[in-house]
């Protein structure tokens, strides 16, 4: 039977509306070359970087991968058969290699047509745990790391349906485990079901600012088959495969052991659920239990979070982030909100975290409070921790350093300045496994040390810094002073030795790892040797190339051009723009450049590198900021900016005296989208567009977008000017329109680009619409991306080349 994709369109030359059955379709040669390629294996070591595990996955996705059962409950989108998510994507193959040897080991004894997910090291890194889904669930295997040999430790019983169905638990010989109950209830058939009475839903009067959001609960037959599915019980189960029960059937959500290994802090969803907002925000109870499973307290419990203030540094009320303490054995820490979660309510300090040491027979104490809003705490040992605030409005960000063991001494900020403003990032201090196996800042000597991206404006230079706790001075260490590579740097393995594992690639060759000395002229030691799989396009010219807008806001974007393109005749070809907007609250952190033209060229359907193949100039991310200083908001002028971004792309490459500037197109995915369908409604700069996965109604996503905090009725004339949707009358432009059939992301329903599709037929605009079966809002499937590739490849060639 033929796979068939439907694909709507406006015959435009007879000005007549037709639906064209059109069975899959291929791109031309030269990107074909390029799009059905071998993916590298991923890769993962362990913290002593002694071995490697190498995993292996199919480049696509296949329909039959996305044609499973499913049911969308709760924001989750499940495979009722097998118990895990139908979003997952799988590894088919393992292999593990000593990483001072060359050689791979395959892993023997894996399971046949291995669908491998949540793969795990134990905490001594001895052994490696994964799951593998059958036709009818998901079994428990262990690989042995030193013979690379695997073998199955359960049946196809566990429930994977809420993320990875295991820990590791502290003795590296046993795994608490999630198995699907002995008694677990029939799913109920919502099509054939009678319903017993309507679905009502009530307000009390509250005022909150949920988000749009998708595959939510309906009704109590979608409620029920979300008990079914989600419920689990704990078994303890050891590598040898023998099974205890631990925790009766509930629905845990977390399950998160102690530094030391003798507590188990245990989540579960209580009722009532919500039809408005994800499981993420149902009630959750936490209890602490020893080993054994003897409960020894209740130390949380947060009610159904239904209302929520307005503002992104707006939180719940009550205990939230509840974690171990790193640096402790048994010590948990949590925040408090002190303004009542909302940041319109003016307080001098907004949160406050609190530790609470097992057995937890007094009462949390009081740690540190924040005069923004808590964003983190890393823990180094008994008298350093860095605890980080910040603020949405107005993007700045604070570290402090304080000794959690003497509040005495008033914490010292280490850091103050906008989160946006990356040529100021300090870095992150480089983190170690502690005695508990636990991540924690690694501090030698009272000092830590910061490793940091590196971008100026002269370029991309990373780096190490070595920071006195004490002093609070900074000395640097190593920069990567490549200029025609990218150097990642990954970890210090040795402090004292200076050997540092770091990622290296140019524009034609793969990242690969390598071990560099820092102390020892910078020696360079290989640790993998991927190779180029894009060798058609490996001598392509690339460029990041600088220029300004209107207003002086400085713009970037990365220049490709055609294999042995004359750069002094400079034929004038077309130009393709791909772009997604990005909101700013200052004109210099949105002016920075974030590009190296050392990046491997890695082509992919979320951009338009492919087309350099075809004789196309290629601007790729081009910097779209959207600025709102002091009061303003950035989509209080959202249009304006986003045309003169787009005028000062085209005058940028016209200038180069590459491209013909009446043969422009834009395209873009999502809020990149919704971008292009603005440009081609409100400026005559471009000759087509591509229009991918948007949404084009405002009035559909009513209580904010993107980084929109005020609601519709706030601001009615900025949500409908912002639309395409209101303004459909006012586009004529060629527009070539694709959406996935089941998108899953919050405000971009499938039902967006239908709805616009049928005002712009309706109106005479020149568009196509294409569906994509089965997709959600990024796409996996091959047969649809390739497909997709030949549409925007005629769509180019019909509207834009010729």
């Keep these: 039977m033929k796979k068939q994709i439907i694909l709507l369109f406006l015959l435009i030359s007879g000005l007549t509306f037709a639906q064209e059955n059109l069975t899959y379709q291929k791109p031309s040669a030269e990107i074909l070359a390029l799009a059905d390629y071998e993916r590298a294996p991923s890769v993962s070591m362990d913290s002593k970087k002694e071995y490697m595990l190498l995993s292996y996955?199919?480049?696509?996705k296949t329909l039959e991968d996305l044609s499973q059962e499913e049911m969308r409950l709760g924001g989750l989108r499940i495979n009722p058969i097998t118990n895990i998510s139908s979003t997952v994507t799988y590894i088919n193959n393992l292999k593990i290699r000593k990483i001072k040897d060359k050689v791979e080991m395959q892993v023997s004894g894996l399971p046949k047509n291995a669908l491998i997910t949540n793969v795990s090291w134990s905490p001594n890194e001895q052994k490696i745990a994964f799951t593998n889904t059958t036709l009818t669930g998901v079994e428990l295997w262990i690989i042995d790391v030193v013979s690379a040999s695997a073998k199955k430790i359960t049946t196809d019983n566990l429930n994977a349906n809420l993320g990875s169905p295991y820990n590791w638990m502290k003795d590296n010989e046993t795994l608490l485990v999630k198995i699907l109950p002995k008694n677990r209830p029939a799913l109920i058939d919502s099509e054939k079901d009678l319903p017993k009475g309507p679905t009502v839903s009530v307000s009390d009067g509250s005022k909150s600012q949920n988000r749009t959001y998708q595959d939510l609960l309906k009704n109590k037959t979608d409620e029920a088959n979300f008990d079914a599915l989600v419920t689990s019980e704990l078994y303890k189960i050891s590598i040898s495969g023998n099974a205890t029960l631990f925790k009766s059937a509930a629905i845990y959500a977390g399950e998160s052991f102690s530094p030391d290994g003798n507590y188990l802090m245990l989540t579960t969803i209580q009722k009532p659920y919500s039809y408005i907002v994800p499981l993420s925000r149902f009630p959750q109870k936490s209890v602490v239990y020893d080993l054994n499973g003897k409960e020894i307290k209740l130390v949380n419990e947060v009610p159904l979070t239904e209302i929520m203030p307005k503002g992104f540094s707006s939180v719940r009320t009550g205990r939230r982030n509840m974690n171990w303490r790193a640096d402790q054995p048994a010590t948990l820490y949590f925040v408090e909100a002190l303004d009542g979660?909302?940041?319109?309510?003016?307080?001098?300090?907004?949160?406050?975290?609190?530790v609470w040491e097992a057995p937890f027979s007094s009462n949390p104490t009081s740690l540190i409070k924040t005069k923004q809003r808590y964003a983190g705490i890393m823990w180094a040992n008994e008298k350093i921790a860095i605890v980080a605030d910040s603020w949405y409005d107005t993007r700045n960000t604070k570290a402090y350093l304080f000794n959690p063991s003497n509040l005495t001494i008033a914490p010292k900020i280490i850091e103050d300045r906008n989160s946006q403003d990356i040529y100021s990032d300090p870095g992150n201090f480089e983190m170690i496994k502690n005695k508990f196996g636990r991540y924690?800042?690694?501090?030698?000597?009272?000092?830590?040390?910061?490793?940091?991206?590196?971008?100026?404006?002269?370029?991309?230079?990373?780096?190490?810094d070595e920071y006195d706790f004490t002093t609070l001075q900074k000395k640097r260490l190593y920069t990567s002073k490549m200029k025609d590579k990218k150097e990642d740097l990954l970890s210090i393995e040795d402090f004292k030795k200076g050997d540092v594992l770091v990622m290296i690639q140019s524009k034609n060759e793969y990242p690969n790892y390598y071990f560099r000395n820092i102390k020892s002229n910078?020696?360079?030691?290989?640790?993998?040797?991927?190779?180029?799989?894009?060798?058609?396009?490996?001598?392509?010219?690339?460029?990041?190339?600088?220029?300004?807008?209107?207003?002086?806001?400085?713009?970037?974007?990365?220049?490709?051009?055609?294999?042995?393109?004359?750069?002094?005749k400079k034929e004038k070809l077309p130009l393709l723009i791909w772009a997604y907007p990005a909101e700013y609250k200052d004109k210099n952190s949105a002016g920075q450049n974030d590009k190296n033209p050392n990046e491997f060229t890695f082509p992919n359907y979320g951009s338009f590198i492919y087309w350099v193949t075809k004789g196309y100039v290629v601007?790729?991310?081009?910097?779209?900021?959207?600025?709102?200083?002091?009061?303003?908001?950035?989509?209080?002028?959202?249009i304006p900016q986003l045309v003169a971004n787009a005028e000062a792309a085209i005058d940028a490459v016209d200038k180069l005296g590459y491209i013909n500037r009446k043969k422009v197109a834009i395209g873009g995915h999502s809020y990149g989208a919704f971008m292009t369908a603005n440009l081609l409604t409100h400026s005559n700069l471009f000759a087509c567009g591509i229009a991918r996965s948007g949404a084009y109604n405002r009035t559909l996503t009513p209580f904010g977008f993107q980084s929109e905090q005020r609601n519709y009725w706030d601001v009615p004339e900025i949500y409908n000017t912002m639309s395409p949707f209101m303004n459909a009358d006012k586009m004529k432009t060629p527009l070539l329109l694709t959406h996935g059939e089941a998108d899953n992301n919050p405000g971009t329903f499938t039902l967006q680009t239908e709805r616009y599709f049928q005002a712009l037929k309706n109106l005479g605009a020149p568009v196509r619409m294409v569906i994509l079966p089965k997709e959600s809002h990024g796409y996996a499937a091959k047969d649809n991306i390739l497909h997709l590739l030949w549409e925007q490849d005629q769509f180019l060639e019909k509207y834009l080349k010729n």
């Excluded at 979660?341 to 609190?354: H, I, L, T």
């Design 57 to 60: 996955r199919n480049t696509y």
């Design 341 to 354: 979660g909302n940041q319109a309510k003016p307080a001098e300090f907004r949160d406050e975290v609190f």
């Design 440 to 464: 924690v800042i690694a501090v030698e000597n009272n000092k830590g040390y910061l490793m940091g991206a590196g971008f100026t404006k002269d370029g991309q230079f990373p780096f190490i």
């Design 522 to 568: 910078n020696k360079l030691t290989p640790i993998t040797s991927f190779k180029n799989p894009f060798e058609s396009i490996k001598n392509v010219h690339k460029e990041v190339i600088k220029y300004k807008r209107k207003d002086g806001v400085e713009l970037s974007g990365t220049l490709y051009l055609p294999v042995g393109y004359d750069k002094v």
């Design 619 to 638: 601007l790729d991310d081009a910097a779209f900021p959207i600025i709102g200083e002091g009061t303003t908001e950035p989509n209080d002028t959202f």
